[in-house]
């Protein structure tokens, strides 16, 4: 089972401000030396942080209490129990940071008392509390620090602050319950875990490593090694995160928290746990993920209150039996260790509901986990029902090994040389060729190339799936003296088993296939892990791919009979009497696992149950003389104390005709507690279904067809430096997002269709209408619509160039239209499907094609936002400069503040799409597109910005913005007067003095 840990990373960039900052003579004195009186803002209008100080002198009380009822807080950016039980960050280390940008500070000294790290007193009765570096010093103490909770991992280093502000404001610290800290850097990190002793009201701290990356990309390891004593005097803490650090041991420390009820250990370097780990008597989650033990103590029987237990990836070998204790537990992880049997202690894990033991040495499963009929366990990897596998012979002379030169070839070089001797070549992509020494006689030129797959010549058989694009190696029909390994890379496979299939030039037939890693020096990308290979042996080239299908199993039966037992599920059994053949006969069977809770969605029956899919075959197919046997598990949650009969179907299935039919009257059912057994005496496929609707068999034929589909999404894009490249792909809903996050760098364009259904290796098309065209001299163009083929794991995409249809001028905004192609057995209820007057229509996405100058070149939207001139000379005074400022402040109410401005939720849909990533441009768009619309909305457009920010909860904002306003109409009054135009008026009453310079 593969993890992939998503740890946030925010990037610490100092801007030229902070740079200016640093003391000229290179000393470090904690201040920085640009800090003025008013707050060591930089970038603010001395005349707007001037009003300011006159109105916090004037009013201070009445801001004391506005300021801490509408500053927004970032109590969200302190994860919940929960959330960190899971290890994620609750927000995006990126939305912090532009939480946390140039903003002017309102923490007078009225506040707190601010102090250096030499210990000195600022004596300016307006300065801020200044965060020690690198934390730049414009950040907002109200930005990390809340009633509650205080941030100090979202900057490499924070975790240095905390001494600082114990120094400064203890009385603010000592009620803290929730503290989250970074581990990336040593002395600050230190110093910070001195404080804990005096923080007794927490309830969760984290101090985790894996924040932020070098500058090669890799994370930055945590380097907490262990905890000071004082953390046994925590005695409300509840939630306890150490992941991704240098621990090789349990802290002694932990054992007496007596409150303690979640502890995350992940990504450490942990070899055992002690024998007191049994005091945790409150802990009800443990992760153990990634480390290095080797065995766990007795006492772990003793956490009475343990609910989830993750000791996944690690090198148990075996489990004690006192596992056995934990009553409560009711999810276990033991995937990825080297375990080779359970106890028969698990028996009792009453409570017990996910079991994941992939990935290990397990030949057989225990009795005693039959006993629990919910539970769920996912058993891939293992090698089931296998003998031990006996030691490898010593090689003889001839089979020493030898080196073989290594050949790297690029993404243009699809030719290459292999002498007498061997090689070993490595294709772009992943794929590998091991040629032996002594394979060829001479020096032999041979050739590659990666195919698309093409329905009329790629055949599928039913359930399978494609996992790479064909390989073709030529020439064709070329024999070897010795085997050659062909191992192609495959992208995923579940509960599956991977195989290579070869193209003869008539059908394609299945090869022995082993499955391993490529080899480390080659991987897929620079820096990634190794591909995952289908290796076989060949001796002749031809085409090659690699193909997912559900497992398996053959035997060979005889007139003395036979006994078949699925490796996929041991449950499943074929039992074949003797004289039930004359003749030796060869039978598959192929078990096909069926989501129940996917069948009560598409049936509509809440009560539906269904047991695996059974897909039975013969050489010859002729029917048996003695009836077999049939042995299939019952659906889940029925068993036979509690099955109606009347509810239970057996349904017959011809894979030719695509036809189910109910046979429960024509066999004999006989139920066991656990499993339903019946007779046959000719093979095809078998479905036990626990429903009470009436029309089974209609309902079977659907559902069946609805789970070979897949939920697909079209999108476009276009190239941003060039509108008339255009891509088209279709992919799996599950894996869109991850696409166009990939891509939102170079192309931009509508977001994904609406979901529809698709069959793998089904064919649709895509046609260009309302002003534009493509050019049909496309070799995949049919009656101008593109075509593709659509395969569940590969990128399904096509890169076009569109232009103005015929007569068209100027920009064009016409759309690209997704349609269904030919498939034989297309489900019903897919061909009804339609939403426009194309029966066979799936979706429509925009196109907009800019116009072209007198040189034929797209004229281009320039990527600056346009000066403001809203419309009045009120709205003037509100330059682009003042929109960048507020911006910076707005973060996370920007979807409120949208709304109360009056935009649409199709553009704030729009907007939130096109900057997912980018909070910072996202609230700049939603600004200028609402400062746009003010064009034409005539005066007023700066109340209705106050009133939205006053309706958002964001008086702040409100404040500021009528402060910059008041500033501009005085200095536009005062250019007036200096040109003429205007009579001099007293502003002495009305308007604050300012300096000479506004």
């Known amino acids: 089972m593969e993890r992939n840990s998503e ?199 984290a101090v985790r490593g894996h924040r932020f990356y070098d500058s090669q990309g890799d994370p930055l390891p945590g380097l907490l090694t262990t905890l000071p004593t004082s953390v046994s005097h925590l005695s409300h803490l509840v939630h306890l995160d150490l992941s991704f650090n240098q621990l090789t041991c349990l802290p002694p420390c932990l054992l007496s928290l007596p409150a303690l009820s979640s502890l995350l250990l992940c990504h450490n370097h942990l070899s055992d746990l002690p024998p007191g780990v049994g005091q945790l008597s409150s802990l009800t989650y443990l992760s153990l993920l990634d480390n290095e033990l080797v065995s766990l103590p007795v006492s772990l029987g003793q956490l009475k209150a343990l609910q989830t237990l993750d000791i996944s990836h690690n090198l148990l070998q075996q489990l004690p039996d006192e596992i056995g204790s934990l009553e409560d537990l009711v999810k276990l992880e033991l995937s990825h260790n080297k375990l080779k049997q359970l106890p028969e202690s698990m028996g009792s894990l009453v409570a017990l509901r996910e079991l994941v033991i992939s990935s290990n040495g397990l030949r057989v499963i225990p009795h005693c986990l039959n006993k629990l009929p919910l539970l769920k366990i996912d058993v891939r990897d293992n090698p089931l029902g296998q003998s031990p596998t006996p030691p490898p012979l010593s090689p003889t002379p001839d089979q020493q090994e030898t080196t073989i030169q290594e050949l790297h070839l690029g993404l243009n070089q699809h030719s290459f040389c292999v002498s007498p001797a061997g090689c070993h070549v490595f294709l772009p992509g992943g794929a590998e060729l091991l040629f032996p020494p002594g394979c060829l006689v001479t020096t032999t030129r041979l050739k590659w190339a990666e195919k698309r797959p093409e329905r009329k010549w790629v055949w599928l058989e039913e359930h399978d799936i494609l996992l790479s694009r064909p390989l073709e190696l030529r020439p064709h029909g070329i024999t070897f003296l010795k085997p050659v390994e062909v191992c192609v890379p495959y992208h995923r496979y579940k509960r599956r088993e991977v195989v290579v299939q070869r193209f003869d030039g008539q059908s394609w037939s299945t090869l022995p296939t082993v499955l391993r890693r490529g080899s480390e020096s080659h991987s897929s990308r620079p820096g990634g892990r190794p591909a995952r290979l289908a290796c076989c042996a060949v001796s002749q080239f031809s085409w090659f791919m690699a193909v997912s299908r559900p497992v398996k199993d053959s035997c060979s039966v005889t007139p003395a009979g036979a006994l078949l037992v699925s490796s996929a599920d041991d449950g499943v059994k074929l039992r074949f009497p003797p004289d039930s053949t004359v003749q030796t006969r060869t039978v598959t069977l192929q078990v096909l696992q069926v989501s129940v809770s996917e069948v009560q969605a598409l049936c509509g029956d809440p009560q539906a149950r269904v047991s695996p899919l059974l897909c039975l075959s013969q050489s010859p197919s002729i029917h048996f003389l003695q009836a077999v046997e049939v042995q299939v598990p019952l659906p889940s949650g029925v068993t036979g104390h509690t099955v109606d009969m009347s509810c239970l179907h057996l349904l017959h299935g011809d894979p030719t005709a695509q036809t189910w039919t109910d046979i429960t009257s024509q066999v004999s059912l006989k139920v066991t507690y656990l499993y339903a057994i019946f007779n046959i005496t000719h093979f095809s496929w078998y479905w036990l279904w626990y429903t009470t609707q009436r029309c089974v068999s209609g309902v079977v034929r659907k559902v069946y067809q609805r789970l070979k589909q897949f939920k697909v999404q079209f999108f476009v894009l276009q190239r941003k430096t060039d509108p008339s490249q255009v891509m088209l792909q279709c992919l799996p809903a599950n894996r869109v997002d991850g696409r166009v996050q990939s891509l939102s760098e170079q192309y931009e364009g509508p977001q994904p269709s609406d979901l529809c259904d698709l069959l793998e290796g089904e064919q649709f098309f895509a046609g260009f209408e309302r002003g534009l065209d493509i050019s049909t001299e496309r070799p995949d163009c049919v009656e101008g619509r593109l075509c593709f083929v659509f395969y569940s794991s590969l990128k399904n995409l096509k890169e076009v160039y569109i232009c103005p249809a015929q007569g068209q001028k100027g920009p064009v905004r016409g759309q690209v239209s997704f349609y269904r192609g030919e498939f034989p057995n297309l489900p019903e209820e897919v061909a009804r499907k339609r939403k426009g007057p194309d029966s066979q229509w799936l979706a429509t996405l925009p196109l907009r094609l800019p116009a072209l100058n007198s040189e034929n070149n797209f004229i281009m939207e320039e990527l600056q936002y346009p000066p403001l001139n809203l419309g009045d000379p009120e709205s003037g005074y509100l330059t682009e400069a003042n929109l960048l400022s507020i911006s910076l402040q707005i973060v996370q109410d920007w979807r409120v503040i949208g709304i109360n401005l009056g935009l649409s939720y199709q553009e704030l849909d729009r907007i939130q799409y096109k900057y997912r990533d980018n909070l910072g441009a996202l609230v700049l768009d939603m600004l200028f597109l609402w400062a746009r619309a003010q064009r034409s909305a005539g005066p007023g457009a700066v109340s209705r910005l106050v009133a939205a920010m006053m309706e958002s909860g964001r008086r702040d904002l409100a404040d500021e913005i009528e402060d910059i306003v008041c500033i501009g109409r005085r200095k536009y009054s005062e250019s007036l007067r200096r040109v003429g135009l205007e009579e001099p008026r007293n502003t002495g009453v009305d308007e604050p003095t300012l300096g000479a310079d506004g």
């Open 7 to 205: 740890e946030g990373a925010a990037t610490d960039e100092e801007d030229e401000d902070q740079a200016a900052c640093r003391s000229e003579d290179g000393e470090e004195d904690g201040t920085p030396a640009c800090q003025t009186s008013t707050g060591g803002v930089p970038d603010a209008s001395v005349d707007t942080l001037a009003l300011r100080l006159c109105r916090e002198l004037v009013h201070r009380d009445q801001d004391l209490k506005s300021e801490r009822e509408t500053r927004p807080t970032v109590s969200s950016g302190v994860m919940s129990e929960s959330q960190a039980e899971r290890g994620a960050p609750s927000v995006s280390p990126s939305s912090l940071v532009d939480t946390c940008g140039p903003s002017t500070s309102s923490l007078s000294s009225s506040y707190f008392s601010t102090h250096n790290h030499a210990g000195v007193s600022s004596s300016s009765s307006s300065s801020v509390l200044s965060l020690p570096p690198p934390l730049p010093p414009s950040v907002e103490l109200s930005a990390l620090l809340t009633d509650t909770r205080l941030t100090l991992d979202v900057y490499k280093g924070g975790a240095a602050a905390l001494p600082l502000l114990w120094g400064s404001i203890p009385g603010l610290l000592r009620g803290l319950q929730y503290l989250r800290l970074g581990s990336e850097e040593k002395p600050g990190l230190d110093d910070a875990l001195d404080v804990l002793t005096h923080l007794t009201e927490l309830r969760s701290l």
